[in-house]
């Protein structure tokens, strides 16, 4: 059962962000062009991270001793993915050559629909555990 809910949930994540994509790529520019930029890395990076998150914390609360932890363990792999997005990143933010087709402001796109993915499965595990 729970490997259903997990499937399920990472096909909605996968959707969503796939039509994000597409409606943020042709909002901003004349039309639909995939892997036209550097905004395809940072949706793919964060369409990754949110389904090892969502696989990974599924996994974390069948474990007893993890179940009142999972909300401290999600706080530190925040700072690891901010800190590993920064540092992949690290060339279009702080490096000479930045791409000026998409501003530094359409990165917080896929940030926060990855965080709303993650934090509304994260919140269902914790109901359901109760």
Partial sequence: MKGKVVVWHAMITVAAF???????????????????????????????FSLVVIIAF??????????DQLGFIYLAVMAAK??????VFSSYFFG?????TVSHGNFLVPVFLGLACEV????????HME
């Fill in 58 to 67: 599924q996994l974390l609360s069948a474990r007893k001793k993890a179940k």
């Fill in 120 to 127: 509304t499965f994260l919140a269902k595990t914790l109901k």
């Fill in 96 to 100: 000479e050559s930045t791409t000026t």
């Fill in 18 to 48: 796939i039509l994000a994509y597409v409606i943020h790529t042709v909002t901003i520019a004349d039309g639909f062009h995939p892997k036209k930029d550097i905004l395809f890395s940072v949706y793919t990076f964060h369409l990754v």
């Fill in 82 to 87: 901010l800190a590993l997005f920064m540092v």
